[in-house]
């Protein structure tokens, strides 16, 4: 598995975002553990769409939602799930640090 690159303009968005590192280690742990990818941390992109990337599919996705509804504490509604929130694993993070204050 390759970390492909992600385009430049996305990549400066992804780096000014506001997210704890602990919740990027945590998502990333859970995606190697329950989507039996067979890499290490280091492979997993962070600056890019998990499903996009083929690290997981859409049954995947749905999965880590409910693991980040309930890790987290916090209600995902439908039309939050997009691009701009689940974009990548920073992404993730930092959409959990907004559902969290909010």
Avoid: C
């Amino acid at each position: 598995m390759s970390s492909m690159t992600q385009d430049p303009q996305t990549q400066e968005v992804d780096r000014k975002l506001d997210y704890r590192q602990s919740d990027v280690d945590t998502l990333v742990e859970y995606v190697l553990t329950n989507h039996h990818i067979g890499g290490t941390a280091e492979e997993i992109p962070l600056d890019r769409s998990l499903l996009e990337a083929g690290i997981i599919d859409s049954f995947d996705l749905i999965e880590l939602i409910d693991f980040i509804e309930s890790n987290w504490e916090v209600k995902i509604p439908d039309e939050e799930i997009t691009k701009e929130n689940m974009g990548s694993v920073y992404r993730m993070a930092s959409f959990i640090r907004v559902k969290q204050v909010s």
